[in-house]
């Protein structure tokens, strides 16, 4: 028996294993290309919908406490988005002032946002000057 048999079986066992694996890879992609072409396949998928229950929109805020959205006891999630270069102070109420004043509110720093799950009033402020901030309520 020559010392090279074991290693050349080998070899050929190994050989068969590989054209079994070969041969099963070729049938897993014909299979998958027929499944692709089933399906409707687009280049870019449609953007998710906004819930129909969401409100967005625009206002102007100044140096006079501006409502920026009315209580609303549904409301799961109001984001105030701030992306001015001036700092937005929020509170609840008409009386809500800058950091200098007496009823000081949230400060939402320039290009910041404030967000949660109050369900009152909510009021916007500036030190000076008008800014436009969104919000989007849930």
């Known amino acids: 028996m020559d010392k090279n048999e074991p290693l050349i079986d ?4 190994l050989t068969d294993a590989m054209n079994r694996m ?3 890879l070729q049938l897993i992609n014909k299979s998958l290309v027929e499944i692709k072409s089933k399906l409707d396949v687009r280049a870019s998928p449609a953007p998710p919908e906004s819930p129909p229950h969401a409100i967005w929109g625009q206002i102007t805020i100044t140096s006079i406490p501006t409502l920026i959205k009315e209580a609303n006891p549904n409301r799961k999630e109001i984001v105030v988005t701030n992306s001015s270069s001036t700092t937005l102070f929020v509170g609840t109420s008409d009386q809500v002032t800058t950091e200098t004043g007496d009823n000081p509110g949230y400060e ?3 290009q910041g946002s404030f967000y949660g799950d109050y369900k009152g009033d909510i009021y916007g402020v500036i030190e000076t000057g008008s800014v436009t901030i969104t919000y989007w309520e849930e």
Not at 10 to 13: C, D, E, Q
């Open 108 to 110: 939402v720093l320039a």
């Open 22 to 24: 070969n041969a099963n």
């Open 10 to 13: 080998m070899m050929g066992i």
